[in-house]
């Protein structure tokens, strides 16, 4: 039993999609309405670059999803593979915004243009240099969360993604972030310092929030039957208005992705299917269960290989 899964920020790459771009139409044309949404030019940003541009967060977020959305359209129209068949969707943070588009509750510019919207939000919730994010490795999210109770008069820090065995991101203001630096090196406890402009996935990213309620309560879900598992309480959803008010939370809570893999293997999922750039989720698959199957499909010979 198989389920989907869609790629955050950071597996963005200049020239990401473009074999695709180049050999189907349908990747053009999913291209030229990006650009005729966004009324700017999202593609050429894509295929050219410059790096600096497209690390943006306000063109990363709708540019992955954009690369992932055309990938997974490729594997349903040109080679009649039904990844609807998947027993869950997800996606990590922008990815879930991609695995709600593919899975049918939401429309391809809708999904763009809401993603242009949240990663202006997030970028200019906080101002730049006050807020950021550590990664905290080989540790525990029970170890974390003692720190964090033990210092919460000392220093404001959120856990913002539990990716997977041993890989916790945190989010704060710099200055509390130090401080806990301080602490975690104390405790023998390795930390790296994330080249990130704000602290995602925090209660820093109120302003956003109050933003993306506006945009996502005007945006219109339609009903699918695909079952979506969701970052903020890594278990099923289908409910499109449970869905938007988990939208909603999402930018100011944990991204419970080590919980959300295990969730959806232990309802049977046995093979992940990762579409879009880069390897990040299935890497973090692998940490969590070394057991099960996974196709990272990013290419034309990655379809071609795929067996479900």
Not at 111 to 132: C, D, F, H, S
Not at 172 to 182: N, P, T
Not at 198 to 217: G, Q, R, W, Y
């Amino acid at each position: 039993m198989f389920s989907v899964i869609f790629p955050g920020q950071g597996s963005q790459i200049v020239g990401m999609g473009k074999e695709f771009f180049d050999k189907f139409d349908l990747v053009k044309k999913f291209f030229k309405e990006a650009d005729d949404v966004l009324s700017l030019p999202l593609s050429k940003i894509i295929l050219e670059g410059p790096k600096e541009e497209l690390d943006l967060t306000i063109n990363t977020q709708p540019a992955i999803f954009l690369i992932s959305y055309s990938i997974f359209n490729v594997i349903k129209e040109e080679y009649n593979i039904d990844l609807h068949k998947a027993k869950y969707f997800a996606g990590h943070s922008l990815g879930e915004y991609s695995a709600l588009s593919c899975a049918g509750y939401l429309n391809f510019s809708d999904t763009i243009r809401l993603l242009r919207a949240r990663g202006n939000a997030m970028q200019n919730a906080v101002p730049k240099g006050e807020g950021g994010m550590v990664a905290v490795l080989g540790s525990t999210v029970d170890i974390i969360e003692k720190i964090l109770e033990e210092n919460k008069k000392n220093f404001k820090v959120q856990i913002a993604n539990d990716n997977s065995e041993g890989q916790i991101v945190l989010s704060g203001k710099i200055i509390d972030l130090e401080k806990l630096v301080k602490i975690l090196k104390l405790n023998k406890i390795k930390n790296v310092k994330l080249p990130v402009s704000a602290p995602f996935h925090s209660k820093l990213m109120s302003a956003a929030t109050k933003v993306m309620k506006d945009e996502i309560e005007k945006t219109n879900f339609q009903d699918a039957k695909s079952i979506l598992i969701s970052n903020v309480t890594a278990k099923e959803i289908t409910n499109k208005e449970d869905l938007k008010k988990l939208l909603i939370e999402q930018i100011e809570s944990r991204v419970r992705w080590r919980e959300s893999v295990l969730n959806m293997i232990n309802k049977g999922t046995n093979q992940f299917i990762e579409i879009g750039p880069g390897k990040v989720l299935s890497g973090l698959v692998k940490r969590i269960d070394k057991n099960v199957n996974i196709n990272t499909i990013n290419t034309i010979i990655d379809i071609k290989e795929l067996n479900i």
